[in-house]
């Protein structure tokens, strides 16, 4: 069985440190070249601006004292997309979770993920491995995301909301907004055509992993018919590899309700962690994380993204409370303050904005249009001179 793992088992320690000594590692110049090939020069700082031990303004200004980036370079633009990203989410709200054009089959499409794709035996080299590795690292490429995000919707006619959760729930960088509408943009739900890729494309960017007499090892125009018109072509036949064992979802991290009264907040400063922005308040005199369990059964995360989450939030707070945000919110009216960070996920968004003036907004490098941009290019042609 083919195996692809990051170079070197790269793993990502849950600290602003570790976060940090990445950020200097950063080639703009390598990335730019290399960015596509599966052993390229990516970052892999992912895991850490999701989860806010680091942000984008202070990435970019970090690699900006070591290498010259104008506002055009590859780097800039890539993190430009990130933003883009939650600015559709900050004007769509829950839309981004339904189709935003009609897709390219008329038939209907399947409500979860099949098993041999969840248990990587499809029997097409490429995907096995990539599934395999996403649920061993909890990362995967980005070239990784959209070649598995095609193969599940357009030849095995999942819907790419039951693939975008299923991808979701085991990411250490899962982020609602890119995910969710990058598996849209891949089923052309949020672009002008499908995502397609072949043999040929993974050949090209990850030899070790081509998968000539597959599915996928057929001219574009084909696929492109096999999307508009066929049904699930199915698994391969004849080549099927050992099946592997999904890791379990918990619903939550395990974590007891931290007993706290509205007499322990009362007129205390209180600053806030949650999941993404783990990295402490100042001016506090009470830091407690905070962890909405409604959101978590809604969407569930792998024992490692738990693993990271918790590893980080820990050493920063003196409680951790967890259950259904609105009940803190109403104990958190007698603190004297409340500082923490926005953030758009559902539950979390609604208790930040009810927890007091103290709420910040996440850093950006570029600007939020107040109107909405229908497309990336839109967004860059307004954003772009700020830089």
């Known amino acids: 069985m083919t195996s692809l793992l990051p170079s070197g088992h790269f793993t990502w320690a849950p600290t602003r440190d570790a976060a940090l000594a990445r950020v200097a590692t950063v080639s703009?110049?390598?990335?730019?070249?290399?960015?596509?090939?599966?052993?390229?020069?990516?970052?892999?700082?992912?895991?850490?601006?999701?989860?806010?031990?680091?942000?984008?303004?202070?990435?970019?200004?970090?690699?900006?004292?070591?290498?010259?980036?104008?506002?055009?370079?590859?780097f800039v633009f890539e993190l430009a997309w990130r933003e883009y990203f939650h600015h559709v989410w900050r004007h769509l709200g829950e839309g981004i979770f339904g189709?935003?054009?009609?897709?390219?089959?008329?038939?209907?499409?399947?409500?979860?993920?099949?098993?041999?794709?969840?248990?990587?035996?499809?029997?097409?080299?490429?995907?096995?491995?990539?599934?395999?590795?996403?649920?061993?690292?909890?990362?995967?490429?980005?070239?990784?995301?959209?070649?598995?995000?095609?193969?599940?919707?357009?030849l095995r006619k999942v819907h790419w909301f039951a693939g975008a959760q299923w991808m979701y729930a085991h990411l250490l960088d899962g982020d609602l907004a890119s995910n969710c509408l990058s598996w849209q943009w891949c089923a052309g739900t949020f672009s002008s055509k499908p995502y397609l890729f072949n043999a040929e494309n993974v050949a090209r960017y990850a030899p070790h992993l081509a998968s000539p007499g597959t599915a996928v090892d057929r001219p574009y125009p084909e696929l492109d018919m096999l999307a508009r018109t066929r049904p699930d072509v199915g698994p391969e036949s004849g080549r099927r590899p050992v099946p592997v064992s999904e890791p379990s979802c918990p619903a939550g991290p395990g974590v007891p309700d931290t007993a706290l009264t509205a007499d322990d907040l009362t007129g205390r400063r209180i600053g806030l962690v949650h999941p993404w922005s783990l990295r402490a308040p100042s001016d506090c005199d009470l830091i407690l994380?905070?962890?909405?369990?409604?959101?978590?059964?809604?969407?569930?995360?792998?024992?490692?993204?738990?693993?990271?989450?918790?590893?980080?939030?820990?050493?920063?707070?003196?409680?951790?409370?967890?259950?259904?945000?609105?009940?803190?919110?109403g104990m958190l009216q007698r603190a004297a303050s409340v500082t923490g960070v926005a953030t758009l996920n559902p539950g979390y968004a609604a208790f930040m904005g009810a927890s007091g003036h103290g709420v910040v907004p996440v850093p950006r490098i570029t600007a939020d249009p107040d109107a909405p941009c229908r497309s990336f290019s839109a967004f860059w042609s307004r954003v772009s001179r700020g830089l």
């Open 28 to 74: 703009p110049s390598a990335y730019g070249r290399t960015r596509n090939a599966l052993d390229g020069a990516v970052t892999r700082l992912s895991p850490w601006i999701t989860h806010g031990f680091v942000d984008l303004p202070e990435v970019l200004a970090a690699v900006r004292e070591r290498h010259r980036v104008p506002s055009g370079d590859r």
């Open 289 to 329: 994380g905070v962890i909405h369990k409604p959101f978590h059964d809604r969407f569930a995360w792998s024992a490692l993204r738990w693993d990271f989450v918790l590893g980080g939030m820990r050493p920063l707070v003196r409680h951790i409370w967890m259950g259904d945000l609105a009940e803190l919110a």
């Open 99 to 154: 189709n935003l054009r009609l897709p390219v089959w008329a038939g209907e499409y399947s409500a979860s993920v099949p098993e041999d794709v969840r248990t990587a035996c499809t029997g097409v080299p490429v995907i096995d491995a990539s599934v395999r590795q996403l649920y061993a690292t909890g990362y995967l490429h980005n070239h990784q995301r959209l070649w598995l995000a095609a193969y599940v919707v357009h």
